[in-house]
């Protein structure tokens, strides 16, 4: 098993950024890839980044492009999403997840934390 606890939601102004933390612990010993969704008010649940285990490799979805960096440190067992120039639209819950099959579908990953509140502002 392996547990994930995200961090550093919050509410901001349209425009400021902010770094959202997953921490992982249990069983992490495992090369496990890590994602980023978020579930806006009254939508489905969405992709938004992916980092593969050894962080050699990035995807994200469109809308985030140039705006969101997803890294990782292993050592501490963490994942990052570093989030600029935040709007309006990216207000909803973000959660992190774990699969050991790449992938940006919500079905590959097996682990999901209970997620994080971001509301921007305008």
């Known amino acids: 098993q392996v547990q994930l606890v995200e961090s550093g939601g919050g509410l901001v102004q349209a425009g400021d950024s902010l770094r959202l933390s997953c921490a992982a612990s249990?069983?992490?010993?495992?090369?496990?890839?890590m994602g980023w969704f978020r579930r806006a008010p009254g939508k489905e649940r969405e992709f938004v980044s992916a980092i593969t285990w050894s962080g050699s490799s990035t995807s994200y979805a469109d809308s985030v492009k140039g705006r969101f960096t997803i890294s990782r440190d292993n050592a501490k067992n963490t994942v990052y999403l570093q989030m600029n120039s935040l709007s309006p639209e990216d207000t909803a819950v973000y959660y992190c997840a774990a699969t050991t099959n790449w992938g940006t579908r919500e079905y590959a990953y097996r682990y999901w934390g209970q997620g994080t509140q971001v509301t921007v502002s305008s």
């Open positions: 249990g069983r992490t010993s495992g090369s496990y890839h």
